[in-house]
């Protein structure tokens, strides 16, 4: 059964920085694309980065130019790294692997910035 565990999330000052990590766990192949969405109270989740198999990166709008995603194909791991948060930045965020045999998705882990 594959699991994502995520890790990285927490309260940061704006204008601070965060990485967030999710690893896969259990028997999954093929992964096409590994990505982040985030879900702040009261709204629905929204896309923010996305990185294919092959390396090519999109992002949502408002954090291009101040978070980075990444990955580790070899260990199945994907990587946020958020610079220059803004308050509007707090969410819950989520991971998601798209293989040839599912979605997968992560539990959440919590980002809070104070302004």
């Known amino acids: 059964q594959v699991q994502l565990v995520e890790s990285g999330g927490g309260l940061v000052q704006a204008g601070g920085s965060l990485r967030l990590s999710c690893a896969a766990s259990?028997?999954?192949?093929?992964?096409?694309?590994m990505g982040w969405y985030r879900q702040a109270s009261g709204k629905e989740r929204e896309f923010v980065a996305i990185?294919?198999?092959?390396?090519?990166?999109n992002y949502v709008e408002s954090v291009k130019g101040r978070f980075t995603i990444s990955s580790d194909n070899a260990k199945n791991t994907v990587y946020l790294q958020m610079n220059s948060l803004k308050p509007e930045d707090t969410a819950v965020y989520y991971c998601?692997?798209?293989?040839?045999?599912?979605?997968?998705w992560g539990q959440g882990t919590q980002v809070t910035v104070s302004s």
């Open positions: 990185i294919t198999s092959g390396g090519g990166t």
């Open positions: 998601r692997f798209y293989s040839i045999r599912g979605v997968y």
């Open positions: 259990g028997s999954i192949f093929s992964i096409n694309n």
